[in-house]
Structures are given as structure tokens and as C-alpha cells.
């Protein structure tokens, strides 16, 4: 791999230090490389590394463009969301192909892939490297890790769930009443009707049951995500495995798509889904990514939030470095309020579809509501700062309006 830090102690220093080589510190290093700074990122796990979130919002292309990456290849072709309430029969299909076109994609390989090409812009970097201390003073950045220190004119946290910098000043609020946790796994599926008609449009399908609900996502070459997500508090006397194999197998199109599969990965668990960084960015530092909060994904806004606010804090870092205003400690406050109403949309949607039965009372009522249909598909497309969506108004000035 070309342009990798060869390992020293000696102290160096760059422009901006990344902690977090995932989509948001590669989408990071990538534009600021390309402006000319120079950039290291320090990633703490080694690429390639599973990561669940499978399933994108078509809004990411344009920043895919920016990067340079054909985020196409090797991804399945997805054309939309299908909401499912299998007892009741009732379905409904959300279209998000449009302007621009979203995809399946294999996390572990494509994470690599915007790795890769973040170093291919000339961003330095290194792996297997945890941050252990950020020292952050009127002149500079000290970054301490295992491979020794870096000084820097600024840092980023793209370092996920991890939260660096809001786990640092005791900042990470977790938002109540969503999903607890999500178990999943992958399959091998071999051909039958029912794997055929999934992989014909790629879409990610949303099982509605009662503790919550299941994501079956199809992959490239017959392989397919599935996974529980658990929200509400009963049945949790039962093993997570027999919980996750019971609402599998009480699912007929589930059943129908494993038939004669085989698990290439087993079981996994996950938690802590939804929080928030109330304290996102500073004098010298800013946080992107999971690193400034995580929502449950039943829209799948993780990878979009990822790079969408790595694009916002490394055009703004640009002028600040440029003016050497890169101190200022509100030098991000604008697109912080980007962020926020972005954020706060995400958040009530998701609360609605928990709380008040979003779904049920409005979803599978759209089609006499063509406006409020297109409007949250706009949303769920991460058209999320358009100044005419009227659902997204309503939502943000409701009374559940402010987390942020």
C-alpha cells in the first residue's frame, strides 16, 4: 500500500491528524488531501474489517463523485425500501432511484476501498495505531498512540462509536427508545423464486414485528444481511440466539429465501445504537461520523451522516486553514446547524416509527397522501436541508423537536 507512515517515534506533524480510517475519516482525509494538506489518519483496527450498515442513501453519490470513487462496482444495484407487515399482508415500496442511484455495498471491502483511496490522494497512515490522548493548545494538536506522538494544526474524530474526543469531556447522551440492540448474520442463499424476485431490485426490506424489526438486505453474488433489531422490553428471558432464530423462522419470506442456505457468518450482536456528541467541535478539533452521534438504522442514515459531515468539517476546516482561523473555537457552528437539523429530522422520524406507529398510521395510508409520501421518501433519500418539505417542518417543530 502505497504512501503508509513508516513506523518511528519520532514526533511529526501534519497539517490535520484523523483519528479513524472508516467512511467519515477516509471521506476527511481524501478532500483535505486533495486541497493540498497534509493529512494522517490513524486507524486503530486493520483494513479490510466487518461492519454492518449495509444499505445506502442515494444522496452519498455526490460525495462519492467528490472522492472519486466509482461507489457502483462491486455493489448491488439497490431501488428502493420495502416496509412489510407480514401478518396483516400489507406492504408498501418507497422508490429512492432517482438523480442518483443508490447501492448495497459490502462494507468491509468498500471501507478499504475509501481507505485506499484516501492514501492514493496522498494522505499518510497508519493501522493497528490507537489514540491514547489528545492534547489540544492555543498553537497545536499533540495526538499520543501506540506508535508514538504527532503534532498536528488541527484534529478530527472519526473515531465511530468510539466517540473519542465526547467520551473525553463526558459528552455522549444516549437517546432513549429506540432499538437496545441488533443481532444478525449472513447467509449463502442458493436459487429459488423468492431469492430471484429480492435480487432483481436490490431492495432492503423492512419486516415489521413486535419487539422491533428485521432488515433483510441482499448482497452481491446471492448473499444476504439479515438482522433483529430489539426494542422493546418483553421476551428478554430468552437467549439472544433463540430470540434472533425464532422471528427468523417465523417469517415465510425469510423462511422461503434460507431455504438450503448456508451461515457464512455466525451470529453477531451489537448495542448502544443511538447517542449523540453534545459537544462536536472545538478550538482545533471537530467530530464527524458515528464520533458525533449514531441513530438507529432502520433508515440507514449512518453511512450518509458519515460522509456528509466528514464533507462539511473538511470544506470548513479548508477556509480555516487557508485564513488561519483554524482555532476558532465556533468555527464550525454553521454547518453544525446543518447537522443538527439533519439529525434532529433523522431522530423524529425514527421516533415516530417507534412511538407513534409511523408505518401503521401514515405509511401504508400514502397512497392518499401522495405529497407526505414523497416528502418522507425525500427524507429517507437524505434530502434532508430542502426548504419546501413540509413533513420535515412539521416534524421539527413538534414538541419532541429538540435533542440537540
Known sequence: MVNLVQKNYLMQRYDVIIAGGGPAGSTAA????QYGYKVLILEKDQHPKFHIGESMMPLIEPVMNRLGLDWGKGNLKKMGADFIHE???????????GKYQTYQIERSSFD??????AIAHGAEAYQNTKVADVVINENAVRVSTSEGDFE?????DATGRSALMGRKFRKVKRLENFGRYALFQHYQLTDNSAVEAVFS????????VDVGWLWIIPLIDKRLSVGLVV????????????LFKQYIEASPLLTSLLDNSEVILPIQAEADFSYINQRRYGARYACCGDAAGFLDPVFSSGFFFAVKTAELIADRLHQGLLTGQESDPQLH??????????FNTMWLLIDRFYR?????NLIFEFDRHERIKDEITALLAGDLWSEDNLFQQGLLKGRRAAIL
Open 112 to 117: 478499504q476501498k475509501m481507505f485506499n483511496n
Open 87 to 97: 401478518p396483516s399482508g400489507r406492504t408498501l415500496f418507497l422508490p429512492l432511484m
Open 152 to 156: 498536528g494544526r488541527y484534529f478530527i
Open 356 to 360: 407513534s406507529s409511523l408505518v401503521e
Open 333 to 342: 457552528a454553521k454547518d453544525d446547524s446543518l447537522y443538527k437539523t439533519g
Open 201 to 208: 431490485t436490490g431492495n432492503v426490506k423492512i419486516l415489521l
Open 231 to 242: 426494542q422493546k422490553q418483553s421476551k428478554l428471558n430468552v437467549a439472544k440466539e433463540q
Open 30 to 33: 481524501t478532500l483535505l488531501s
